[in-house]
């Protein structure tokens, strides 16, 4: 059975105590959130890894104006990274129009990245179309902040999934959100996901798709570390098969925890 992550808060700034040098909160309340193991050597173990571990070093690293609100910029630093796979709907009468609305919303969603996304990929069955979107790259994105490539199939997938192991090769390290076409990703979705992770601090590693397609989100190394929608072969020579989407929610009926998500849900918390 392999060793429970935890965290020990010795050391980190975050860390508030008494008169009497013993731990008695946490300055952004991941204690009560986390969950307290033990005490040891006057300092809390939590029950579960906390991200926001900062040692002295890093305070006295940061600008004088940052130095004074610490707490706002160790979450700035855990902001999620949202990379998007936009599929193009190449049977829409105007494809590239739906596909310049869906970017669009791309951008707008990615505002506390400086405005652009760190990755976006469209999904072509249509290499006549490679143009047109080459240009709304570069009209709606600027190129170093944002890394956009084109995946071109040979032809229209049975399943639209397949194509998603096909793109990933484009992927960054952060989380992927699917979508088509025609479709506007949500403003405050990135904003949404910092807060349920990062704030209060649930354990989500999918938010399912509202359409078998779209709105499905997850973090890029889960996908590569499953093999994505090919089988995963581990090192015992044990073979894991089944679509990415299946093996998530095998591994969700194997522990008690709440890690995937619908949509309603996802909005409601």
């Known amino acids: 059975m392999s060793e429970k992550i935890v965290t ?3 050391d980190c700034v975050f860390a508030r105590a008494d008169e009497n040098g013993e731990q008695n909160g946490c300055g952004l309340g991941r204690s009560e959130v986390l969950g307290i193991s033990s005490t040891q050597e006057d300092f809390y173990l939590l029950e579960r890894f906390c991200t926001a571990h900062r040692p002295t070093e890093w305070v006295e690293n940061l600008r004088f104006e940052d130095q004074l609100m610490p707490e706002i910029v160790v979450l700035d630093e855990l902001y999620p990274r949202m990379g998007f796979f936009v599929r193009l709907n190449t049977d829409a009468k105007n494809a590239i129009v739906e596909l310049e609305k869906t970017l669009k919303s791309v951008a707008c969603a990615s505002h506390r990245q400086q405005g652009y996304p760190p990755f976006v990929v469209v999904i072509n069955d249509k290499v006549e179309y490679n143009e047109e979107i080459w240009a709304l790259f570069a ?12 995946v071109q ?13 096909e793109a990933f090769i484009h992927a960054q390290n952060g989380w992927i959100y699917l979508t088509t076409s025609g479709e506007e990703v949500p403003h405050d979705l990135i904003d949404k996901l910092h807060k349920m992770i990062n704030v209060h601090m649930k354990q989500i590693v999918m938010v399912e798709s509202y359409n078998d397609f779209d709105g499905l989100m997850f973090p890029a190394f889960l996908f590569k570390f499953l093999n994505g929608n090919k089988s995963k072969v581990f090192q015992d020579e044990s073979v894991l098969s089944g679509t990415f989407i299946e093996k998530m929610k095998q591994a969700q ?3 008690t925890n709440k890690t995937i998500y619908t949509w309603e849900e996802f909005n409601a918390s």
């Open 8 to 10: 020990h808060c010795k």
């Open 153 to 165: 199939l040979s032809h229209k997938p049975e399943d639209l999934h397949d194509s998603v192991d």
């Open 253 to 255: 009926a194997r522990t």
């Open 139 to 150: 009209r709606l994105f600027e190129k170093g902040e944002t890394e956009y490539s084109i």
